[in-house]
């Protein structure tokens, strides 16, 4: 039993509000497109208000994700890893509105990579954190920017970033590969088809990305299964990459919503992984772990 409580995960493009009773139970949920790149004047009260006004005030407000960025509304300084729940509840950055709400912030984190200089992520270590109790030690977080996170103990230990969601977006809507696509579902057989092609050559990519403008232009692929094929290209690149400083004997926990997890669980399983897919509500456990040990909840 903790205390009840507003959970707020607000990233990049999207922004979601969850109000939590004492069990731990989702009693009310919302999440609008409002991420903080499209915030304009810094209005990130006046954003909040709009969509939870009707949630109570007296409710404390713990939050993760982009939010906390220089982009976003409080910027909070990274925690250093290595770093668990308690280190984290250590960082948190606390702030009152003018409505009279306390949002208790939760930090990111920073890794000295040894191969990047420097690696970052905000919101994903409320996910792992909430995911603790599966035994996992592998942790994927797909998304705008796919976080590889390794846990020791009951720390985050190392990650490392791959952009393949902002990476597809740029492909498909701003160059040349896009030119011959159409919407449409995703085609697995073509997906898949471009998970292989990226597993077997990753270090190949630029000459295979035009795979997907030729592909097309000799009909091999219609235009409808053209993204398909493009977004498991990407993710077979990522997985190849990623694995190759992991190893294959490790157990993953893929940590995302469904749609977009069971993409990575079946590029990963392409790939002879053993690997699960984790809760899409992680980060709401995590949050409430963190605020516990901060003494907030």
Known sequence: MTAPFIALDWGTTSFRAYQMNAKGEIIDQLSAPV????????KFEETLESHIGGWSKSLPIIASGMITSRQGWVECPYAQCPAGASDLAKSITRHTTSSGRAVHFITGLHYASPTIGHDVIRGEET???????????????????SKWISVEGSK???FATYMTGETYALYRNHSI??????DGP????????GVAQGIQSPA????????VRTLGLFNELPPDKLASYLSGLLIGFEVASAIDGHGRSEKYLVLASPGLGANYVKALKLAGLEVALG????????QRIIAHEAGIL
Not at 128 to 145: M, R, W
Not at 279 to 286: F, M, Q, R, V
């Open 35 to 42: 991420g903080i790149m499209v915030i304009k004047d810094g």
């Open 127 to 145: 996910q792992v954190i909430g995911s603790l109790e599966t035994g996992a030690t592998q942790f994927i977080t797909p998304g705008t920017h």
């Open 156 to 158: 985050v230990l190392d």
């Open 177 to 182: 590969l896009g030119r011959l696509m159409k």
């Open 186 to 193: 995703q085609d697995d057989a073509a997906f898949t088809r």
């Open 204 to 211: 190949d990519m630029l000459h295979q990305l035009f795979s």
């Open 279 to 286: 809760s899409p509500l992680s980060a709401i456990a995590g």
